[in-house]
């Protein structure tokens, strides 16, 4: 739409002759009728009557701007003057004063108006002879109301003014787009949001199984180990230590395993199999193993916090009661998961080192077993003995043999030796030396009996010997790693420790029927946004 705009507004002063001019057109006149077109003006002007001389003077005293001005007011008004003192005439015949303030600032600020043509006569018709008479117009109506409002304005006036209307026209059609559009979009949202959201709500309300929450929560914790080194003993009794076990705990729980086990013992498919139950909860078809499973994993929830190691488990049930013995029962096999975890670790670790005690043993006792063998065999309990006793004989025999080759030499520095004496010391000395020579050949050489010397003997006992010295060793150490390994078993030891006890619930924890249409309204919404979205970037590509 168009709005008027407002002139601003000036303070003229006039000059002497146009005020003398105001004054005299200020004066009191008999009242003349407004024109409605050229021609009544014409008319109107031939029946006044013609200025005095001093209006004349007037007109002659208005500079060449101001009749100008004068002749621009008169076409402005619809008039058609032929000259300017005519152009006066037909504005005072017109009941309009040039020189008022109102239009003296209308001609000074407005620009000039187009010359319009000059009006055409009309044909003279025969029957309007008798128009001249007509009875005159009543007294008191108007005849600018009977043309018409749109006769008295100018063409551009009523070219701004159909212009106008045409605005209106298209701003009233937009309007009316725009809110039949709006009413579309309001039934489409509630069409595809409302509706679905208020059937969520009346479901979530009204119509859903109340189910009912326990939770529990539970640590597994073993004892603290001291003589554990690196990082193994840097994350000894911390949450970190059993993480493995944590998580295989919480697998277990959630699988199909534990699920049958669950049913076996507490009938849970039976219990979501019951009509009691709301279609979209119960379990349709109780023999299947997937669809009950399903339902296990959307009522028993279990979640492992690795930051502390604790397991929280939420198990959901139409009952209180029933919910509370599910969740004892469940934590139940996760306490007998967490007791076979740590029985078969301290298996595998006993397992090695009575393994390797075993082994020792037998290496030992088989090396004490061959070391017998060779002292049986060559009739040698040790060789050392026997090198020391055939030592001391060839050293006494020696001893012997030195002294009787001290008297062999004291008699044969005689200058007649007896020969009785000499003959039985040389004989004896030569007794001496094959003795000390079979005895030496004894202890280097094989022996005739055995087959076999005493160094070789000696050998073979020294490495039996050292062999059984070193399997007594390790039969030790494996002794000892035994009983390590046993202390570490009982220390690796996992238990279950429950922090959160199950408690039955009062209240049902489930629906929540304001989140969960919420949740719904918010889903539908952006399904709703999602598809719009696609069918106008569909529009505009077709």
């Known amino acids: 739409m168009t709005t008027q705009s407002e002139l601003p507004r000036f303070r003229l002063t006039l000059p002497e002759p146009l005020a003398a001019l105001r004054t005299a057109a200020s004066a009191p006149r008999p009242a003349a009728k407004p024109a409605l077109t050229g021609e009544v003006l014409s008319e109107e002007a031939a029946g006044a009557k013609p200025a005095p001389a001093a209006r004349g003077s007037d007109i002659s005293a208005l500079s060449p701007r101001q009749l100008r001005m004068l002749r621009r007011i008169a076409e402005k008004q619809g008039l058609t003057p032929a000259s300017d003192e005519d152009a006066l005439r037909q504005l005072k015949a017109a009941g309009i004063d040039p020189f008022a303030r109102g239009n003296a600032i209308g001609e000074v600020i407005a620009p000039p108006a187009p010359e319009t043509p000059p009006p055409v006569p009309p044909k003279k018709d025969p029957r309007a002879e008798g128009a001249g008479k007509l009875p005159a117009v009543a007294k008191g109506r108007n005849p600018a109301k009977a043309a018409g409002p749109d006769l008295l304005l100018p063409p551009e006036a009523r070219a701004q003014q159909n212009h106008a209307a045409d605005i209106q026209k298209i701003q009233r059609d937009i309007a009316r787009r725009r809110r039949r559009r709006m009413a579309m979009l309001w039934a489409r949202l509630w069409l595809f949001v409302g509706i679905p959201t208020l059937i969520a709500g009346i479901y979530y309300s009204l119509l859903a199984t109340p189910m009912y929450a326990t939770r529990a929560e539970f640590v597994i914790q073993q004892a603290e180990s001291q003589i554990g080194s690196g990082l193994g003993g840097l994350f000894s009794g911390t949450q970190f230590a059993t993480s ?22 507490l009938d849970f498919r039976a219990v979501f199999a019951d009509p009691n139950v709301d279609e979209l909860q119960r379990l349709d078809d109780p023999n299947s193993i997937e669809a009950a499973y399903k339902i296990y994993q959307k009522y028993v929830k279990i979640a492992y916090d690795p930051t502390e190691g604790i397991i929280k488990m939420e198990v959901s049930a139409p009952d209180p009661k029933l919910s509370a013995a599910w969740s004892e029962r469940l934590i139940h096999y996760a306490e007998e ?142 002794a000892q790693q035994l009983e390590t390994a046993r202390i570490e078993a009982n220390r690796q030891q996992r238990y279950l420790s429950l922090s959160v006890a199950p408690v039955a619930p009062d209240v049902a924890s489930y629906p929540r029927a304001f989140e969960n249409t919420a949740v719904a309204m918010l889903i539908f919404a952006g399904l709703y946004l999602m598809i719009s979205l696609t069918a106008s970037i569909l529009r505009e590509q077709v």
């Not at 076990?245 to 049913?263: E, N």
Request: net charge negative; no cysteine.
């Open 244 to 265: 493995q076990d944590s998580i295989a705990v919480q697998g277990y729980l959630q699988s199909r395993d534990a699920m049958l086990r669950l049913d076996a013992d």
């Open 337 to 478: 998961q967490v007791n076979q975890l740590s029985e078969r670790l301290r298996n595998d670790q006993m397992k090695g080192a009575n393994a390797s005690f075993a082994e020792a043993e037998s290496r030992l006792l088989a090396a004490q077993t061959r070391l017998v063998e060779l002292q049986e065999v060559n009739k040698v309990l040790s060789g050392e003995v026997e090198i020391t006793l055939l030592s001391s004989q060839i050293t006494a025999l020696e001893t012997q043999l030195t002294q009787d080759r001290l008297a062999l030499a004291q008699m044969l520095s005689n200058a007649t030796p007896n020969r009785a004496r000499v003959e039985p010391l040389e004989r004896r000395i030569s007794t001496l030396e094959v003795q000390i020579r079979q005895l030496r050949d004894r202890l280097t050489q094989d022996d005739t009996t055995s087959g076999r010397s005493i160094a070789r003997i000696q050998s073979e006992l020294v490495l039996a010997q050292t062999d059984v010295q070193t399997r007594q060793l390790l039969l030790t150490q494996a």
